[in-house]
Protein backbone atom coordinates (compact mmCIF):
# COMPACT_ATOMS: atom_id res chain seq x y z
CA UNK A 1 0.00 0.00 0.00
CA UNK A 2 1.07 3.29 -0.78
CA UNK A 3 0.80 6.37 1.34
CA UNK A 4 -1.81 9.05 -0.12
CA UNK A 5 0.11 12.05 1.06
CA UNK A 6 3.57 11.30 0.54
CA UNK A 7 3.58 8.26 -1.53
CA UNK A 8 6.03 5.79 0.51
CA UNK A 9 5.88 2.35 -0.37
CA UNK A 10 5.21 -0.94 1.03
CA UNK A 11 2.88 0.63 4.18
CA UNK A 12 0.57 -1.40 6.24
CA UNK A 13 -3.61 -0.96 6.18
CA UNK A 14 -4.98 0.05 9.42
CA UNK A 15 -1.50 1.84 10.62
CA UNK A 16 0.74 5.24 10.57
CA UNK A 17 2.38 5.95 7.99
CA UNK A 18 6.06 5.79 8.82
CA UNK A 19 7.31 8.61 7.13
CA UNK A 20 4.62 11.87 7.09
CA UNK A 21 2.52 10.15 10.06
CA UNK A 22 -0.89 9.64 8.41
CA UNK A 23 -3.49 7.46 9.58
CA UNK A 24 -3.92 5.07 6.68
CA UNK A 25 -6.85 3.12 6.29
CA UNK A 26 -8.04 -0.09 5.20
CA UNK A 27 -10.08 0.39 1.81
CA UNK A 28 -10.92 -3.21 1.81
CA UNK A 29 -13.32 -3.23 4.11
CA UNK A 30 -16.41 -0.99 4.05
CA UNK A 31 -16.65 1.93 6.56
CA UNK A 32 -20.68 0.61 7.44
CA UNK A 33 -22.75 -1.98 6.80
CA UNK A 34 -25.87 -1.45 4.90
CA UNK A 35 -28.67 -0.23 7.69
CA UNK A 36 -31.46 -2.37 7.55
CA UNK A 37 -35.21 -0.67 7.23
CA UNK A 38 -35.95 -1.95 10.71
CA UNK A 39 -33.69 0.20 11.77
CA UNK A 40 -35.02 3.30 9.93
CA UNK A 41 -38.50 2.43 11.52
CA UNK A 42 -37.33 1.77 14.66
CA UNK A 43 -35.72 5.45 14.94
CA UNK A 44 -38.79 6.99 12.98
CA UNK A 45 -40.82 5.57 15.96
CA UNK A 46 -38.66 7.42 18.92
CA UNK A 47 -38.40 10.56 16.98
CA UNK A 48 -41.76 10.98 16.42
CA UNK A 49 -43.05 10.09 19.62
CA UNK A 50 -40.93 13.02 21.01
CA UNK A 51 -41.65 15.35 18.73
CA UNK A 52 -45.39 14.72 19.22
CA UNK A 53 -45.01 14.67 22.84
CA UNK A 54 -42.93 17.78 22.63
CA UNK A 55 -45.43 19.53 20.44
CA UNK A 56 -48.39 19.06 22.69
CA UNK A 57 -46.46 19.65 25.72
CA UNK A 58 -45.63 23.42 24.36
CA UNK A 59 -49.26 23.87 23.36
CA UNK A 60 -50.61 22.76 26.58
CA UNK A 61 -47.96 25.51 28.18
CA UNK A 62 -49.34 28.30 25.93
CA UNK A 63 -52.72 27.76 26.26
CA UNK A 64 -52.29 27.47 30.08
CA UNK A 65 -49.28 30.40 30.65
CA UNK A 66 -50.02 32.88 28.05
CA UNK A 67 -53.49 32.18 26.28
CA UNK A 68 -57.08 34.09 27.35
CA UNK A 69 -55.40 36.80 29.11
CA UNK A 70 -55.98 40.60 28.07
CA UNK A 71 -52.74 41.62 26.69
CA UNK A 72 -51.83 37.77 24.95
CA UNK A 73 -50.03 38.55 21.28
CA UNK A 74 -52.02 37.00 18.44
CA UNK A 75 -49.02 34.74 17.52
CA UNK A 76 -49.09 33.02 20.50
CA UNK A 77 -52.60 31.69 19.63
CA UNK A 78 -50.68 30.78 16.12
CA UNK A 79 -47.91 29.13 17.88
CA UNK A 80 -49.97 26.94 19.97
CA UNK A 81 -51.88 26.00 17.07
CA UNK A 82 -49.27 25.08 14.91
CA UNK A 83 -47.67 23.06 17.93
CA UNK A 84 -50.71 20.93 17.95
CA UNK A 85 -51.14 20.23 14.38
CA UNK A 86 -47.39 19.57 14.54
CA UNK A 87 -48.45 17.18 16.78
CA UNK A 88 -51.41 15.64 15.25
CA UNK A 89 -49.27 15.46 12.56
CA UNK A 90 -46.58 13.42 14.07
CA UNK A 91 -49.24 11.46 15.68
CA UNK A 92 -50.23 9.53 12.66
CA UNK A 93 -46.75 9.15 11.78
CA UNK A 94 -45.78 7.14 14.97
CA UNK A 95 -49.15 5.27 14.26
CA UNK A 96 -47.83 4.46 10.66
CA UNK A 97 -44.41 3.38 11.74
CA UNK A 98 -46.30 1.13 14.41
CA UNK A 99 -47.88 -0.64 11.58
CA UNK A 100 -44.73 -0.63 9.33
CA UNK A 101 -42.63 -2.02 12.06
CA UNK A 102 -45.52 -4.44 13.32
CA UNK A 103 -45.62 -5.77 9.15
CA UNK A 104 -41.63 -6.01 9.16
CA UNK A 105 -42.03 -8.63 12.55
CA UNK A 106 -45.17 -10.33 10.40
CA UNK A 107 -43.14 -10.74 6.85
CA UNK A 108 -39.57 -11.72 9.25
CA UNK A 109 -41.54 -14.46 10.99
CA UNK A 110 -42.96 -15.85 7.78
CA UNK A 111 -39.54 -15.90 6.00
CA UNK A 112 -37.68 -17.19 8.71
CA UNK A 113 -40.36 -19.70 9.10
CA UNK A 114 -40.74 -21.80 6.02
CA UNK A 115 -38.52 -20.87 2.78
CA UNK A 116 -39.86 -19.87 -0.73
CA UNK A 117 -39.24 -23.18 -2.64
CA UNK A 118 -41.59 -25.27 -0.23
CA UNK A 119 -44.42 -22.49 -0.68
CA UNK A 120 -45.06 -23.48 -4.45
CA UNK A 121 -43.31 -27.58 -4.28
CA UNK A 122 -41.16 -26.20 -7.15
CA UNK A 123 -37.35 -25.44 -8.10
CA UNK A 124 -36.47 -23.50 -10.87
CA UNK A 125 -35.74 -25.73 -14.25
CA UNK A 126 -32.51 -26.87 -15.19
CA UNK A 127 -30.54 -24.38 -17.68
CA UNK A 128 -31.37 -25.59 -21.54
CA UNK A 129 -28.06 -24.59 -23.59
CA UNK A 130 -28.52 -25.91 -26.19
CA UNK A 131 -30.36 -23.35 -27.87
CA UNK A 132 -28.80 -20.13 -26.87
CA UNK A 133 -29.48 -16.85 -28.91
CA UNK A 134 -26.38 -14.42 -29.18
CA UNK A 135 -27.13 -11.39 -27.25
CA UNK A 136 -26.25 -9.02 -30.37
CA UNK A 137 -27.27 -9.20 -34.17
CA UNK A 138 -23.21 -8.01 -34.97
CA UNK A 139 -21.84 -10.97 -32.45
CA UNK A 140 -19.27 -13.31 -34.97
CA UNK A 141 -19.19 -10.89 -37.26
CA UNK A 142 -16.80 -8.31 -36.74
CA UNK A 143 -13.89 -10.55 -36.46
CA UNK A 144 -14.08 -11.69 -40.51
CA UNK A 145 -12.97 -8.20 -40.92
CA UNK A 146 -9.42 -8.30 -40.29
CA UNK A 147 -9.39 -11.03 -42.88
CA UNK A 148 -10.37 -8.99 -45.58
CA UNK A 149 -8.69 -5.95 -46.65
CA UNK A 150 -10.58 -3.49 -48.46
CA UNK A 151 -9.24 -1.14 -50.93
CA UNK A 152 -10.55 2.88 -50.64
CA UNK A 153 -10.68 4.55 -53.80
Known amino acids: MYCPKCGNAD ?23 PI ?11 FSAMTMVACFTLAILLYLILAFRED ?25 SILLRRHFKKSGRASAIEPE ?10 ADFENIVPPSVTDHTTKHLSEKKVRST
Open 36 to 46: KPEEHVKVNLV
Open 11 to 33: QSPETYCRQCGIFLPDLTKPLKG
Open 117 to 126: SSKTGKLLNE
Open 72 to 96: THWLIYATAGLLTAMGFWHTQTLWR
